[in-house]
């Protein structure tokens, strides 16, 4: 059954799937830091207030994937930000996370050289994401 | 033909450590994304590793990146503990690596092994060897320029 983009149902679909992948168990091993993800509100698209979700990463696992204010996510260790519709072309496999930060789409804030040695987790946790059957306001 | 020495620089100088010698600067009044990513991604590393730095201290060479699914280019001009990083490809590089954004997410997991060679035996280096082999990782200067993309190689590595 479909959930609503980016709400608490939305958030715990994310955490089973990130805990049911055994790629990122085993890349994520070692992962110790928060993660943000800033949605920018677009009114335009019926997403009129911006969101945070907080990921409580650790070691492989997702110990907790919370829907809140940005400014929670804004205090996590990694912080990526971007517009509603441009996480939605990352949900729905239109934009590579990988190219999107390479490109500016998604703005990244921490640790470079830790972030690009966990390539391989982050781009699982994205293919984790598409794998939810989400309802995008924008579509409703 | 654009020359790196004379053109303008320096809009947003990046002074590492105290004690580190090295430094970053970008040429371009806005750096692109990806200037911005690999200037951060070497000076992160150049700083928290004193043979990284090592290396930055002695690389004098231009390379440039090109990735091609994003459309998007640096070179990296180093110029001997002062990395000046350019948007697009630059003219009379001594190296340029043509490859898609995973391939460049790759590279910068090369683990580095004995006598500071990159590793192409494990996982990551099997990858990076396979893109070479069929022509979907294309470095251009190689031959007379090995040592050169060990340097870099090394600085580049977040492993």
Not at chain 1, 64 to 89: H, L, M, N
Request: overall charge neutral.
């Amino acid at each position: 059954m479909a959930v609503k983009a980016f709400s608490n149902e939305w958030a715990k679909a994310f955490k089973d799937e990130v805990n049911k992948s055994s790629t990122y168990k085993a890349a994520g091993k070692g992962w110790k830091w928060t993660v943000g993800l800033v949605v920018e509100a677009e009114p335009d698209s019926h997403f009129p207030e911006a969101k945070g979700i907080v990921m409580d990463l650790f070691d492989g696992e997702a110990r907790d994937i919370k829907v809140g204010p940005a400014s929670d996510a804004q205090k996590c260790d990694f912080v990526i930000t971007a517009p509603y519709t441009r996480w939605k072309e990352v949900a729905t496999s239109q934009l590579d996370a990988t190219k999107g930060m390479l490109q500016g789409k998604l703005k990244l804030k921490g640790d470079l050289p830790t972030i690009v040695r966990y390539t391989k987790a982050s781009q699982e946790m994205t293919l984790c994401t598409t794998r939810i059957p989400v309802e995008w306001p924008d579509e409703e | 033909m654009h020359d790196a020495d004379s053109g303008r620089m320096a809009r947003r100088r990046v002074k590492l450590d105290v004690d580190s010698r090295a430094e970053v600067v970008y040429a371009d009044d806005e750096p692109s994304a990806f200037a911005s990513m690999l200037g951060g991604l070497i000076e992160a590393n150049v700083r928290s590793h004193p043979e990284k730095e090592r290396d930055f201290e002695s690389l004098k060479a231009r390379v440039g990146i090109w990735v091609t699914d994003i459309d998007e280019g640096v070179t990296l001009d180093f110029k001997g503990g002062k990395l000046v990083v350019h948007n697009g490809l630059k003219p009379r590089r001594t190296l340029t690596i043509r490859t898609d954004a995973d391939t460049v997410m790759s590279l910068s997991n090369l683990k580095i092994g004995l006598f500071g060679l990159p590793v192409y035996y494990d996982e990551v280096g099997r990858g990076v060897a396979f893109k070479l082999l069929q022509g979907k990782l294309r470095i251009e200067g190689l031959l007379p320029n090995v040592l050169t993309l060990n340097t870099v190689t090394r600085i580049f590595s977040v492993q």
